[in-house]
């Protein structure tokens, strides 16, 4: 065997930056970034989140400034206007994006441990000056980002049209500084499905089996969800009080958790899509027409939500942490 040095020396002419093993959790967060949004499929999806948006913004344009700008029409077009409640939009939009920040977080979230498991990566990862802590909370830290963003962004865009258009009928006034609150909106969003995707994926050694059980998760949740939604509108159509617990288990899943915390965060308790959905005096078969506003669950109780959204974030970040071993044993 021989005995000489190894031949490339070219390391030694390196005269670059040189920087401490500090922030080593910031370097996984921007690897982790960088791999998802190197997928076509992340920016369709991310567009698509705002769908409902832009629904809005298509029909409020159409009333400022088609409607209204007709003489036989404007009247109606700036009453219409003037009975939105804005930050409520917001929350419509938000709520019908849920499937859609799903579908980002499985992408880039439920399978990263998981992948990494598969490919014996933690072995790498660990063996450098990089700690549990540190490659557990990279990869939070880099879901969290983007899925906040993914959320925040689109209600952005129409709230600063919004702001530009539709101060006359009280879009400011409505909801003065709406957009910290709903910053606030998105960064709850990200962190809960951070903290639950990792938790997931560090369970698995296979990116799609990890999926399956989120998504699983996540649908079974929303199905319990719909059944007290259903008994809600059972009661409203009979007339009778609906069950105060029914309202609050309406919230118990992924995705109505975050409308809850949501709606709490905003300050509303929901309103119906447009205006002119409510009741408008008339009478069916003598009894008079149901309000499409009972049909809305208000906002849960913060005393419960509030602390089961830590638990649960906190809590799927402590399983991810758990999960991560440094060292693989072969027998």
């Known amino acids: ?28 967060a921007k690897m982790t970034m960088q791999v998802a949004t190197k997928r076509r499929g992340f920016w369709g999806w991310s567009l698509f989140s705002a769908w409902w948006f832009f629904i809005l913004l298509a029909v409020f344009w159409f009333a400022d400034n088609v409607l209204g700008n007709l003489g036989g029409f404007q009247q109606g077009a700036n009453a219409f206007l003037q009975q939105i409640k804005w930050k409520d939009q917001f929350i419509h939009g938000f709520s019908y994006s849920q499937m859609i920040l799903l579908v980002v977080n499985l992408m ?34 880099g879901v969290f980002i983007l899925i906040s ?16 258009s539709f101060q006359p009928y009280g879009f400011w006034k409505d ?21 639950l995707g990792l938790a997931v994926s560090s369970l698995f050694n296979q990116g799609r089996l ?6 699983g998760i996540y649908f079974m949740s929303y199905i319990f969800t719909q059944v007290m939604n259903g008994f809600n509108s059972a009661s409203t159509f009979q007339r009778t009080p609906t ?15 975050q409308i809850g915390l949501a709606k709490i965060i905003v300050g509303t308790d929901g309103s119906p899509l447009f205006p002119g959905m409510g009741p ?22 913060a005393a419960w939500i509030v602390p089961v959204f830590v638990l649960l974030v906190v809590g799927g970040f402590a399983v991810a942490y758990s999960r991560i071993k440094a060292v693989e044993v072969v027998g």
Request: aromatic letters at 14%; glycine letters at 12%.
């Open 108 to 141: 880039i979230g439920v399978g990263s441990i998981a992948n990494d498991n598969r490919a014996n990566a933690l072995l790498v990862y660990l063996s450098k000056p990089c700690s549990r802590f540190d490659y557990v909370f990279g990869k939070w830290l």
């Open 243 to 257: 069950p105060a617990i029914v309202r609050q288990l309406f919230y118990g899943s992924i995705d109505g958790m």
């Open 149 to 164: 963003l993914v959320s925040f962004v689109p209600m952005m865009v129409f709230w600063l049209y919004g702001y530009m």
């Open 1 to 28: 065997m021989s005995n000489s040095p190894i031949a490339d020396l070219s390391y030694r002419h390196y005269d670059g930056p040189l920087s401490g093993v500090g922030k080593r959790w910031w370097s996984i």
């Open 280 to 301: 408008n005096g008339g009478r069916r078969g003598g009894r008079p027409e149901i309000d499409m506003g009972q049909f809305i669950i208000g906002a849960p109780n």
């Open 210 to 215: 990890a999926g399956a059980t989120y998504a």
């Open 175 to 195: 909801a003065p500084w709406l957009f910290l609150r709903l910053a606030l909106v998105s960064v709850c969003s990200g962190a809960l499905h951070a903290s």
